[in-house]
């Protein structure tokens, strides 16, 4: 069926360094990825989307990389600051004829070590 | 992009109990989704809500336990009957931002505690 994981369930960095979370999808047609964050206590928060007709997409501190051969995305964040502690999810909207409905990766808990 | 508010933002109930949580939305949306996020988990999709019409549950969940409304295009209500402590988990209502159909965006979630 089809699933959208993601290879680490936590990583742990140090403030100013950069942050790279990845992601895996299975189903091949799926053309349009989001990425959220969720702080403790929040619901998810958008943070970036990507296409599949791009490569990369850059945002704010943060850049989505889509490698459609391997079926892969990952999440960049740039200088990370300890406002960056969250849990992080790829989510991949699946349409169906009433409309899309998204599935969500495991989640990656990003720790930023001051 | 939508705005959107849950209430109430967290509450303790005992088993056998039910509690009604209810999800606002800056404008008008035609669906709103409503999602389970158990502890250290991430989000399950209950059921698709439409205006004027049944929602629509996911695999795994029932009206009878989760008993949705939704009366107009901004407003929809999730209910979770006869609780039970396993019910413990965050709730999170979303919809779709009003000028892209494939994001969804999420309220602040409720969370629930159930002894």
């Known amino acids: 069926g089809e699933s959208v994981g993601l290879h680490l369930p936590t990583l742990s960095v140090q403030e100013g360094d950069n942050s790279i979370i990845n992601c895996a999808y299975s189903n091949s047609a799926s053309d349009y990825f989001i990425w959220y964050k969720q702080e403790s206590g929040k619901g998810p928060q958008f943070i970036i989307d990507?296409?599949?007709?791009?490569d990369k997409r850059q945002g704010q501190r943060v850049t989505v990389l889509l490698n459609k051969t391997v079926k892969h995305l990952s999440l960049q964040i740039a200088a990370t600051q300890p406002g960056d502690s969250a849990v992080y999810f790829c989510?991949?909207?699946?349409?169906?004829?009433?409309?899309?409905?998204?599935?969500f990766g495991e989640g990656t808990q990003l720790t930023v070590n001051p | 992009s939508a705005v959107i508010s849950q209430k109430p933002s967290r509450d303790i109930c005992q088993r056998g109990t039910s509690l009604t949580i209810q999800c606002q939305v800056d404008s008008q949306v035609t669906m709103m989704f409503w999602y389970r996020q158990q502890p250290g988990q991430s989000l399950t999709l209950i059921a698709t809500a439409n205006q004027g019409s049944e929602a629509t549950y996911e695999s795994g969940f029932v009206i009878d336990k989760f008993p949705i409304s939704r009366p107009n295009l901004t407003f929809s209500t999730l209910t979770v009957s006869n609780m039970s402590p396993e019910d413990s988990s965050i709730y999170l209502c979303?919809?779709?931002?009003?000028?892209?159909?494939?994001?969804?965006?999420f309220g602040p979630g409720t969370r629930l505690t159930v002894l």
């Open positions: 990507i296409r599949s007709n791009m």
């Open positions: 979303s919809a779709f931002g009003t000028e892209d159909t494939d994001t969804q965006y």
């Open positions: 989510a991949d909207p699946i349409r169906e004829t009433s409309g899309s409905r998204l599935t």
